[in-house]
Structures are given as structure tokens and as C-alpha cells.
């Protein structure tokens, strides 16, 4: 049993157990362990998630594709997410995780109709 569950998005929906947060199929059968300590929406085909503090992204498989290591994260927008690192910085990656344009930004937004 879950102690909350969120709306599906993209196949998989957000679940609750034991302060641990997971994902689960439209069967109810938890495809993703409740190991983090946050985790959000599948959007682009990754989700981020947060672990011992730190963003990261996984697949729907589970597997960590971008490791968990920015201070902060968004979610993917047109291929691109924003990115915060522990020096107070933003940038932008894309999805394998490469920076495509540097963290050196005091601020900045999603992307939308291919611009920030």
C-alpha cells in the first residue's frame, strides 16, 4: 500500500511509502522503487528526482541517466533543463546529462518556443 499517489504522466504515476517516493504502472504495480526523497513527473521521457539532497534524472526503467548532483533542477523543456549548481549558478542540459550551455548564469528560465 502507498501512503499518497500523484496523477499518471506519461504511463507512470508518483507514489508514497514509508517518506520514499516511486513510481507505479497503471496496473498499480510499482515499476520504480520508493528510494528517493522526492521524485516528480515524467516529462520528455525522464523524470527528476531528488536523492540525499541532490537532482538528478532518471528513465522510466529506473536507471539514473543524469546522476543526482545539482543543488536544484527542472524539469526537461524542449529537450533542455535548467540546472542550478552548488556555486549558485544555472545553466542548461540536455538529455544525456552533457551541459549545453555553462552554468555561469545568475539566473534564468525554462525554455519556451525555443528560447530562455
Do not use: H, M, Q
Not at 526523497?37 to 531528488?50: I, P, Q, S, T, W
Not at 538528478?56 to 535548467?82: H, Q, T
Not at 549548481?85 to 549545453?100: A, F, H, P
Amino acid at each position: 500500500d502507498f501512503d499518497k499517489g500523484l496523477a499518471f504522466y506519461e504511463g507512470l504515476a508518483v507514489v508514497k511509502r514509508d517518506k520514499k517516493w516511486g513510481f507505479i504502472d497503471k496496473s498499480g504495480k510499482e515499476v520504480i522503487p520508493c528510494i528517493y526523497d522526492d521524485a516528480y513527473n515524467f516529462r520528455e521521457g525522464l523524470a527528476k528526482v531528488r536523492l540525499d539532497g541532490e537532482y538528478g534524472y532518471i528513465d522510466k526503467s529506473g536507471k539514473e541517466v543524469i546522476p543526482c548532483r545539482y543543488y536544484n533542477a527542472d524539469d526537461f523543456c524542449e529537450g533542455l533543463a535548467r540546472v542550478k549548481l552548488y556555486s549558485g549558478r544555472y545553466g542548461y542540459i540536455d538529455k544525456s546529462g552533457k551541459e549545453v550551455i555553462p552554468c555561469k548564469y545568475d539566473w534564468t528560465y525554462a525554455f519556451r518556443e525555443g528560447l530562455a
